[in-house]
């Protein structure tokens, strides 16, 4: 079964400064998707990543992955609180002839203090 | 070009009774996926379904939840005779083809009492 960890869960930080959130899965997957969640809404997807080393970015955000050590980063950098926000993780592990569904991380709740 | 159609937007339901989610895909898209998410959760995987056929329910519990996607219409999600532990925002999401990019509705909240 596949397994989707993402840390921290919570992070509070100030604006202006950078953090990663981490996301680590179990079994070999290449396709991995950041998603984002404000209270009560759907999800924006934010960043698609399809290879091993892949790097995106948009805005203060930049996503990379790492299909060997099964890792995906989602960086930020100089934060606002505009980007206060809950931030998931999803692997999909489809093959095209079985599971095509997305499997989530708890998600990072991420507060940004002015 | 509208994005993925859920509704209602909310539904309240007492104990025991049907509750029916409704979603409409993207235009273009005929694939559509189903997702639980509880409070400070994760979204859940259900079901994936094309028109007129379920390609994956492994997500699905197996009494009481049923999903359809006719060849006309929306693709509906029934919950039968609810209780408490439904109680949960059901999104769903549509695609283009399978394992593409995937783009979620707003999400229907359901309340049971």
């Known amino acids: 079964e596949l397994k989707v960890e993402q840390n921290p869960l919570f992070l509070s930080m100030q604006e202006g400064k950078n953090y990663t959130i981490y996301c680590n899965y179990s079994?070999?997957?290449?396709?991995l998707y950041w998603y984002r969640q404000d209270p009560g809404k759907s999800l924006e997807s934010l960043f698609v990543?399809?290879?091993?080393?892949a790097v995106k970015q948009e805005g203060r955000l930049m996503a990379s992955l790492d299909t060997k050590a099964r890792l995906s980063t989602l960086h930020i950098t100089a934060a606002v609180h505009d980007l206060s926000a809950t931030y998931f993780c999803?692997?999909?592990?489809?093959?095209?002839?079985?599971?095509?569904?997305?499997?989530f991380g708890k998600g990072t709740h991420l507060i940004i203090q002015p | 070009n509208a994005g993925v159609m859920q509704n209602p937007r909310h539904l309240v339901r007492r104990r025991g009774q049907e509750a029916r989610l409704r979603c409409s895909p993207m235009?273009?898209?005929?694939?559509v996926y189903w997702y639980r998410q509880l409070p400070e959760e994760g979204l859940k995987f259900m079901v994936y379904?094309?028109?007129?056929?379920?390609?994956?329910e492994s997500g699905m519990p197996k009494e009481r939840f049923s999903a359809e996607f006719p060849k006309e219409g929306p693709s509906i999600l029934r919950i039968q005779q609810v209780v408490r532990g439904d109680s949960a925002a059901y999104f769903c999401?549509?695609?283009?083809?399978?394992?593409?990019?995937?783009?979620f509705g707003q999400g229907t909240r359901l309340t049971v009492v």
């Open positions: 999401a549509s695609s283009r083809q399978g394992r593409t990019e995937a783009f």
């Open positions: 379904l094309q028109k007129e056929n379920i390609i994956d």
């Open positions: 079994t070999t997957s290449d396709r």
């Open positions: 235009k273009g898209h005929s694939h």
């Open positions: 990543l399809l290879s091993n080393g």
């Open positions: 999803a692997v999909d592990m489809g093959s095209g002839g079985g599971a095509d569904g997305l499997t």
